[in-house]
């Protein structure tokens, strides 16, 4: 019962920002991951991924970065990927969500279990939460950061990001966002050296972030 009460006030609220305040999305300035550089701080990108079009339209995404950064001591690289929604609203007409999407949604149906997981400080960058994960594929395992970096926020709850989105919708008429997520391969089970490698990698890419991503 407590669920359905939830939903319904989240679909009013929805409603009333929709029809009675901003309703004109507000598309902000900003730089283009084509820009975004392939070195940073002795990490390199040496080839970005394209993305298929079909998982293009799957996530609804508007710009995107995706890459392996390798660090200056190249025993293993970073995977980078920042994906930019300059709206997070529902087509009229095809009744298609734009919203961002849950990496923990996408994991299990590319064959990756999630075997840890936990909400933690960031403590690289703008601060705020970040969702920690381990993830297993066979014998291969990985550590996993993602965040929800919207307007100026880095936000690990889902129900946070979709409370601030209609809030900013109201108020800003604005409902840009992306997801932010490092992916780290564990080396022999090493979990400190990937957790060592994701803050020095994170400390070089979140004070770029701002550009990409308005605030």
Sequence with gaps: MTKLVAALLVLGLNAY??????????IPDREH???FPDEIGGWRCSERETLEDGIIRRLVVS??????????SRDRGVHLYVG????????GATGKSTAIHPPEHCLPGSGWDVIDSDIVPVEVGPGGEAK?????????????????????RVIARGH?????????????GRTDGSLVRFTVPIVRGDVESAEATFREFAGNVTPLLSDYVPE
């Design 132 to 152: 920690r994960f381990i993830i297993a594929k066979g014998n291969h395992r990985s550590l996993v950061y993602f965040w929800y970096h919207s307007r100026g």
């Design 17 to 26: 920002v929709y029809f009675f305040m901003a309703s004109e999305d507000v």
């Design 33 to 35: 991951f084509a820009e």
């Design 160 to 172: 946070e990001k979709i409370l601030y989105m209609f809030l900013d919708r109201a108020r800003y």
């Design 84 to 91: 930019y929604h300059e709206r997070q609203t529902r087509d």
């Design 63 to 72: 710009d995107y970065l995706s890459c392996v950064f390798v660090g200056p």
